[in-house]
């Protein structure tokens, strides 16, 4: 899913990183996952989450490439004693 949205009026001048946990209820966690992967623009550019808004921007959250992004833990073969 990609979140678009164009900032209006009553919105310049506030933290993006505020803006985004208020308008989509991003975690802090997934907070830092998209700006680890570049996921977050402004006007098409990447931009760091304390930039300031300004009416008119086009905010754009690229939260579907994310899932694509998968971090690979290779299995290990070790031995388990179950007890019951």
Same mark, same amino acid.
Request: aromatic share 4%; hydrophobic share 45%.
């Given at each position: $899913? ?5 900032? #209006?009026?009553?919105?310049?001048? $506030?933290?993006?990183? #505020?803006?985004?946990?208020? *308008? ?15 996921? +977050?623009?402004?006007?098409? *550019?990447?931009?760091?989450? #304390? ?5 008119? #921007?086009?905010?754009? !959250?690229? !939260? *579907? ?5 998968? +971090?690979?833990?290779?299995? *290990?073969?070790?031995?388990?004693? !179950? +007890?019951?």
């Amino acid at each position: $899913m990609i979140l678009n949205r164009t900032i #209006d009026d009553s919105d310049a001048g $506030m933290v993006l990183r #505020d803006y985004l946990r208020r *308008e989509f209820n991003i975690s802090s966690r997934l907070l830092r996952k998209l700006k680890a992967n570049d996921l +977050i623009a402004l006007n098409g *550019e990447t931009v760091h989450t #304390d930039a300031r808004l300004i009416a008119g #921007d086009l905010l754009t !959250v690229d !939260v *579907e490439s994310l899932a694509r992004v998968s +971090i690979s833990v290779p299995p *290990e073969d070790i031995p388990l004693d !179950v +007890i019951y």
